[in-house]
């Protein structure tokens, strides 16, 4: 389990690597205006009956000294992703769809119940737990990043979350 997760890890960054050098037209020299961005933890929850759409979860870590911008989502095998976040609103926690996620430089961004999250809609065939579905991430300067998101259950979700944000969706 452990092997695996630091591959996929590894991989994402790479990729990550990879994508940041193409722009900057060098292979060994990373130019400091590209971010250089590494996505873990990346799970969506299988959908539960009768309900249109699922939540999706992930870090963000960047470790460039440029900010990077998030402009959308895919899942393979969902029709529609989409970033959400939480906010109050006279003391409820509503989510609505934003268009972009800014991860500052040196810094990270958690997708987490509670908070920023990603909506999956439209599966093509149903998530079943312990799948891996692709998970690619676009950025605003053109960068993508790419990792496995684990397909999990509703009771591994709550488990990993806290009490107290517990997150229940439309
Ligand atoms: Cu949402």
Redesign the pocket.
């Known amino acids: 389990m452990m092997t695996k997760q630091f591959f996929s890890m590894a991989s994402a960054l790479m990729l990550g690597l990879f994508t940041s050098s193409l722009a900057a037209h060098s292979g060994h020299e990373h130019g400091s205006d590209v971010a250089v961005l590494e996505v873990t933890n990346a799970q969506v929850r299988e959908f539960l009956p009768a309900s249109t759409a699922t939540?999706g979860y992930l870090t963000l870590i960047n470790h460039s000294g440029t900010n990077a911008t998030l402009t959308k989502a895919t899942i393979d095998g969902l029709g529609r992703v989409e970033i959400?976040e939480h906010s109050h609103v006279d003391g409820m926690m509503k989510?609505q769809q934003i268009e972009s996620v800014v991860i500052k430089a040196h810094e990270s961004v958690s997708f987490q119940p509670g908070g920023y999250?990603l909506?999956a809609f439209e599966p093509l065939e149903p998530l079943k737990v312990g799948q891996e579905r692709k998970l690619t991430l676009y950025f605003s300067d053109g960068n993508r990043l790419f990792t496995n998101a684990q397909v999990v259950s509703l009771e591994t979700q709550a488990k990993q979350s806290k009490p107290s944000t517990q997150h229940a969706?439309h």
């Open positions: 939540v959400h989510m999250h909506m969706h």
